[in-house]
């Protein structure tokens, strides 16, 4: 038992402000629950190489792609544009498989420490932040791995 288990939803992440590592958490779900998900339903979702640490994309999560990926340690992500879950790699074949998983202190946004097969940007390079600005000009800082119309196929 765990002395947040009687916390309500909405003041857990407060309460888990002082928590330390050796204190018991509530249940998964419990948090879920708590998860501060956007007006859609949406949480961001930040995806990392767990070995190099390479922040490779930003994609957005709905509960049933967080709980999805929990469970299967294939990393499922909500499309916005299609409107429905996106399962890392299912056209592409460059999936991600979950390491570990962390929400913030706000419990608005999630880490994810993935294995990376590929190019995880739909251009197909390694990381979706290629495009570097500073303030004077922008450069971009790495070639495709992979074309993208190989990648996907070609749409004519």
């Known amino acids: 038992m765990s002395r947040f288990d009687h916390v309500a939803p909405d003041a857990l992440f407060k309460q888990l402000e ?5 204190d018991s958490l509530p249940t998964v779900a419990t948090l879920l629950a ?3 998900f956007n007006a859609d339903g949406l949480i961001p979702a930040i995806a990392q190489q767990h070995d190099t640490n390479e922040v490779l994309m930003m994609a957005w999560m709905n509960r049933e792609a967080l709980e999805e ?18 399962r ?7 999936q991600q498989q979950l390491v570990s998983a962390a929400l913030d202190c706000d419990g608005d946004t999630l880490l994810l420490q993935v294995e ?12 979706c932040f290629y495009i570097a600005v500073d303030g004077e000009q922008a450069s971009i800082t790495s070639n495709p ?8 196929g070609k749409k004519t």
Do not use: F, M, N
């Not at 990926?69 to 996106?86: A, I, M, P």
């Not at 990376?116 to 990381?127: D, E, I, M, V, W």
């Not at 791995?145 to 996907?152: C, E, M, R, S, V």
């Open 34 to 36: 708590a998860v501060r």
């Open 116 to 127: 990376q097969t590929g190019p995880a940007c739909h251009t197909g390079r390694r990381s």
């Open 145 to 152: 791995l992979i074309d993208p119309d190989d990648l996907y």
């Open 88 to 94: 890392k790699g299912e056209s592409s074949g460059q």
């Open 69 to 86: 990926t929990l469970t299967t340690q294939r990393v499922c992500y909500y499309s916005r544009s299609r409107g429905k879950l996106w």
């Open 18 to 22: 002082r928590a330390a590592p050796e």
